[in-house]
């Protein structure tokens, strides 16, 4: 702990502007990944699956009352379409390809700050860079050896502490951001999937009646 002190007490305050988009950034990456593996997160095909057998049995009611059980994309979706079932293919189609474009901002959201907050955190780190070394150059001018030795050497940390600690934000802003993209990518994927495929099984369903 003495050690952490010791590296913010140098690092200057650019370091704790850092330290602050530090936390936004960790609150960014926690909330997406708990949409990710929590509401945002469902098993398409067994989520299909289960409509399917709802609306063979023409039990609609009990679709929709599974759709409200979660409040993932794919079953919003689904519950758009199924709303819209008794008018036609073409309605349903419309009604879920409405929702999804209602749903696509959600999946998305906040994912492209985190590159924004790469460039920032570097820039900050860098001008921490440059102050720590305006304050060496500074103090060495003027100052007795014993002086000296010590603003050099508090001078070069701040400046070295500022930009390692900018470019490790900036690494982990970019890693979130491959993860959590590719994980939003799959959500939509699924949620074009699915709506392909429940308008598939409505045409094959009339096909079977016919």
């Not at 059980?69 to 199924?82: D, F, Q, W, Y």
């Not at 400046?159 to 959500?187: E, P, Q």
Request: net charge neutral; with cysteine; proline share 2%.
């Amino acid at each position: 702990m003495d050690r952490l002190g010791d590296i913010f007490q140098k690092g200057g305050p650019f370091f704790m502007i850092n330290t602050f988009f530090l936390a936004l950034v960790i609150g960014l990456i926690i909330e997406r990944s708990m949409y990710f593996l929590g509401k945002g997160h469902i098993n398409a095909g067994a989520f299909l699956d289960q409509i399917k057998r709802l609306l063979a049995a023409n039990n609609i009611d009990r679709a929709k009352k599974l759709c409200d059980a979660t409040s993932a994309p794919i079953a919003r979706v689904a519950k758009a379409g199924l709303g819209k079932i008794h008018r036609g293919e073409a309605a349903v189609a419309q009604a879920m390809e409405e929702c999804m474009i209602d749903v696509t901002p959600e999946v998305k959201v906040r994912i492209g700050a985190l590159w924004s907050m790469a460039n920032i955190t570097t820039l900050t780190g860098l001008l921490g860079t440059i102050t720590g070394l305006i304050a060496t150059f500074s103090a060495v001018g003027g100052a007795d050896p014993a002086e000296r030795q010590k603003a050099l050497s508090d001078g070069i940390a701040e400046a070295m502490y500022n930009t390692a600690y900018g470019l490790g934000i900036a690494l982990l802003c970019m890693i979130a951001h491959l993860l959590l993209s590719t994980a939003s990518k799959r959500v939509m994927a699924d949620l074009e999937g699915f709506s392909l495929k429940f308008e598939n099984m409505l045409g094959d369903g009339k096909e079977s009646k016919s």
